[in-house]
């Protein structure tokens, strides 16, 4: 009967840590990045010029239609040969990012088209041009309308970049396999480390829903 | 500004140059034809009712004296000039010409006065401090000055349309256009709506009402048209349409709504 040890999991328990905090600053930073990339994307097929939809349609498909690790891969050992050389932390950043903004463009995109054409007809009406009515009229309310879609991007992003471990980045899950390869107490070590992701995940779904109700406060009619 | 004058009329006819004209205005809808050459002109002041059945398109033709509609044939003239699509010259006419539509169709996320200065400030380029200013004058003018700082969902329908109004105000106009602006109000709501066009009517701005609301027609009209199927049916002074409605179509649309 294997017998249960957590002791030397717990030893080194500030290095699982270590990693869990990269783990979400590199989510976290690649969720602001890329959240800007889906704007501008979103933005982009809303503007109708004919060559920056094709640009944002081949963007968003060629991400959204090739697995997450292989982008990684692409980017981390691809890449230089085109003389582009990045850090395993900052290709993990970068695939992050890229892989949110696709998926973020289509979920705003989608909250851009949830807006009334009244409401962009009156703030045209006043002589808002097109960028002003996106942005004064249009952006937050299609915000508020996929925020719960946006946090559930994010958390599966979070989640998603365990992947990144692959390419040694130093995030959670790498730090968990260092762990095991030092101890063998798979069981332990791993058992800990999915404890920290969920915990990870509520915390920022908790921290998601305060975020929500601070910034789209004002009330609407059913 | 890329808004084309009209050849230079001699100076003493400016005061009559019409605040809107339309020219043989032609709207389609792929095959449908929603105007079919319709003439209008508005003088400065005046105060036109538009009235139809539905699809009859009247509200195409508001729509389209601001440019929510692109137009397939004819001109639009306002304050003599002649409009034309680019961006840039839209926004100038849209800036001249206030609309009120039936939606109400204020921003949710935004209060009251927020709704009111948006324009004044990204579009006239005024200071916060001014728009505020001429939002509290206009929201007082539509007798809301108290719900200034609450938003749009927290208003009943009739006050809602009384923001928009003041909304549209707040860019001071030259025009205003009202598609249908009570008929998504509950009943007990509409006389507060209609209290505010006459009054709005009484300080003389030129008015173009798409409405039902055959007691406000009497009262505030200059002219009443009669629109259907895309043509301007008749057109007459409030007594003579109501009193004696000089066509057959006229006649039964009035028997109807009565």
């Not at chain 1, 991007?153 to 980045?169: E, N, T």
């Not at chain 2, 339309?22 to 809808?29: A, D, I, S, T």
């Not at chain 2, 206009?138 to 109004?165: C, D």
């Not at chain 2, 009497?218 to 004696?244: C, H, L, S, T, Y």
């Amino acid at each position: 009967m294997y017998q249960f040890d957590f002791t030397p999991v717990f030893q080194a328990f500030d290095t699982l840590l270590l990693g869990a905090w990269f783990t979400i600053q590199m989510s976290g930073m690649a969720m602001l990045l890329g959240l800007a990339v889906s704007i501008l994307g979103a933005v982009g097929k809303d503007s109708g010029i004919k060559v920056i939809n094709l640009i944002v349609d081949i963007y968003v498909e060629l991400i959204r239609n090739t697995p997450f690790l292989v982008q990684i891969y692409f980017f981390f050992f691809g890449l230089p040969a085109l003389g582009i050389r990045m850090s395993p932390n900052e290709a993990a950043l970068f695939a992050l990012t890229v892989n949110f903004g696709a998926y973020g463009t289509e979920i705003i995109r989608a909250g851009i088209s949830a807006i009334s054409r009244g409401q962009i007809e009156a703030a045209q009406a006043i002589g808002l041009s097109w960028l002003q009515v996106l942005r004064y009229v249009v952006m937050k309310p299609a915000l508020r309308v996929v925020y719960p879609a946006l946090t559930s991007q994010f958390i599966f992003l979070m989640l998603g970049s365990s992947v990144v471990s692959a390419i040694s980045a130093t995030d959670l899950t790498a730090a968990g396999n260092d762990l095991n390869s030092l101890t063998f107490a798979s069981f332990e070590v791993y058992l800990v480390t999915t404890g920290i992701y969920l915990v990870m995940s509520i915390a920022f779904s908790m921290a998601f829903s305060l975020i929500g109700r601070t910034c789209f406060a004002y009330p609407v009619e059913r | 500004m890329n808004i084309v004058p009209q050849n230079p009329e001699p100076v003493l006819q400016a005061q009559e140059l019409p605040a809107i004209e339309l020219q043989g205005l032609e709207k389609w809808y792929g095959a449908f034809q929603a105007l079919k050459g319709v003439n209008l002109s508005v003088r400065s002041g005046e105060k036109i009712v538009i009235c139809g059945p539905s699809g009859s398109g009247k509200s195409t033709l508001i729509r389209c004296i601001n440019q929510l509609e692109e137009i397939q044939g004819g001109t639009i003239r306002v304050d003599g000039k002649v409009l034309t699509t680019d961006a840039k010259s839209t926004r100038a006419v849209r800036r001249e010409i206030g609309m009120v539509f039936q939606q109400f169709n204020l921003f949710p996320h935004m209060t009251v006065l927020e709704n009111c200065v948006l324009g004044p400030i990204k579009v006239a380029g005024m200071s916060r401090a001014d728009a505020e200013d001429i939002a509290h004058k206009y929201l007082q003018r539509v007798r809301i000055p108290e719900q200034a700082n609450k938003y749009p969902a927290q208003l009943s329908g009739g006050q809602q349309q009384r923001v928009a109004i003041a909304r549209a105000l707040c860019m001071r106009p030259k025009v205003m256009l009202f598609d249908e602006p009570t008929s998504a109000l509950d009943p007990e709501m509409v006389n507060e709506v209609l209290d505010t066009m006459i009054d709005l009517a009484s300080d003389g701005m030129t008015m173009i009402c798409v409405t039902h609301e055959m007691g406000f027609a009497r009262k505030v009209a200059d002219r009443v048209i009669f629109m259907d199927r895309g043509q301007i049916v008749e057109e007459n002074d409030p007594e003579q349409f109501f009193d004696a409605p000089q066509h057959e179509r006229t006649r039964s649309f009035l028997g109807q709504i009565a």
